[in-house]
């Protein structure tokens, strides 16, 4: 199975800051990877497919890169609404996906 | 409205069993792979299971294998997962979420509780 490790697992920081999280898998997915944001008590939501494609009405704020197995996800400047967890999900393996851990960003 | 729309969790004892539903609407259904994704309370998301548009294969989890079916009616434009032998471990809150156009899950529900206790 293909193991999918975040870092760092929760980050600090501040509004306007540039944020960057990292993404690595144990095996290349070649570009099949997708970013989830969570808020507390919501669902998941899609924010970047295909390592680098962003969502229909996600801010540009967010960005996505990265193929085989190391991936980012950056906010270039951080707003109040962009406090949450994410998670990144591999689906280069059609018979069994998996999620990171997920990297919680919080208020410094 | 373009949704799903989960139900049918609740509190079960260890080794019973629960049917989840996921209604669709808004969307061409048969379309669509669907996925359980499940998220147990405080912990991260946890890939369940997933049915082609079509209903011609299916997967799952390791850690659900043998004891949870996925399903799908077209027709009705609904979801299910049936799940035997249920565990302490199975306590989570249970998603129906769409496979997109790049293949990532664009569409999620809000899920249904499922938590599993003498």
């Known amino acids: 199975d293909i193991q999918m490790t975040q870092s760092p697992s929760t980050l600090s920081a501040s509004v306007g800051d540039r944020v960057t999280i990292t993404c690595r898998a144990s095996q290349s997915i070649r570009s099949w990877l997708a970013w989830y944001q969570q808020k507390p008590g919501k669902a998941p939501k899609l924010l970047i497919s295909k390592a680098s494609s962003l969502e229909s009405g996600v801010p540009s704020r967010f960005s996505g890169s990265g193929s085989g197995t190391e991936f980012t996800l950056t906010i270039s400047s951080l707003q109040p609404d962009d406090f949450a967890t994410y998670y990144c999900?591999?689906?280069?393996?059609?018979?069994?996906?998996?999620f990171g851990q997920g990297t919680t960003v919080e208020v410094k | 409205q373009v949704q799903v729309v989960e139900s049918g969790g609740g509190v079960v004892q260890p080794g019973k069993s629960l049917r989840l539903s996921c209604a669709a609407s808004g969307f061409t259904f048969s379309n669509h792979g669907m996925n359980w994704v499940r998220q147990a309370p405080g912990k991260g998301l946890e890939w369940v299971a997933i049915?082609?548009?079509?209903?011609?294969?299916?997967y799952y989890a390791d850690s659900v294998k043998g004891r949870f079916t996925i399903s799908r009616d077209n027709s009705n434009n609904a979801l299910f997962l049936q799940m035997n032998s249920l565990r302490a471990e199975d306590t989570a809150l249970y998603y129906c979420?769409?496979?997109?156009?790049?293949?990532?899950?664009?569409?999620w529900g809000q899920g249904t509780l499922v938590t599993v206790s003498s």
């Open positions: 999900q591999q689906y280069n393996s059609f018979l069994k996906w998996s």
């Open positions: 979420a769409r496979i997109g156009q790049n293949g990532a899950f664009d569409m």
């Open positions: 049915i082609w548009f079509d209903g011609s294969q299916k």
